[in-house]
């Protein structure tokens, strides 16, 4: 098996610490997952020649307040020309987290704001009827916890989308587009420790009150989201069986 973790990040060590994340969870070796990061304008997604599937990480970039004029802007683009590409020639499917959620929208015809912002923390995540057809979600707890953290919500799917779950806090925490990408607004990487990691890199960007940091940090801790984190080894398992098919 050979997956691709897409990093649009800066810095090392939260690179770094991502890709952990996302090795914990989806249960691969290092020697199957390959890290490829997007931190110039210019990176190139690289070649996916008998790739299994991809992970989209997330980001600090947001579509409502860009982070910069070139970066931003180039890499976004290139991360959803790629996904439209797979999805029409079905290649491997794929699995964005956080950021992905907005900037697939925006690109692909929806609408994103910042009406369900979610503070970092646990969010309940509610599966709809269209979720028990899903590959993905269909076998798991109709409710659990995932960790959240953004500023941008979408607001309007894109056309042919399909809300696979919703919750109280933000009405869109995941959906499918075609049948091969999936997209959750919450963090399947990441449980409490691991989003407080997270954060010791991105203290000053806003994503709580100045003055709350030790507030919010306490509600982080001591929350079970073990059903979350086992999205990332189902993708592993299904995007596998689809690759044995073939």
Known sequence: MKFILLSPRRGEDVIAAEYDDFLTFTGLRPDQLEARVLDEADSELGDFTGVTGVFIGGSPFTITSPVDDVWQPAVSRRLADFVKDTLEHRRFPIFAACYGTSMLAH???????????????????????????????????????????????????????????????????????????????????????????????????????????EEVHAQLLGHDTRVSNSLLHRFVEHAASLCAAA
């Open 107 to 213: 690109y692909l015809g929806g609408r994103v704001g910042q009406t369900h912002s979610e503070e970092p923390g646990p969010s309940r995540v509610i599966l709809t009827e269209e979720a028990s057809r899903d590959p993905l979600v269909r076998d798991l707890p109709s409710e659990f916890l995932g960790m959240s953290g953004h500023k941008d919500s979408v607001e309007q799917l894109p056309p042919e989308a399909v809300l696979l779950a919703t919750g109280p806090t933000c009405p869109v925490q995941m959906y499918r587009l075609g049948s091969n990408v999936w997209v959750s607004q919450f963090h399947p990487e990441m449980d409490g420790a691991r989003i407080l990691k997270r954060l010791s890199f991105y203290e000053d960007d806003g994503y709580y009150e100045e003055g709350r940091a």
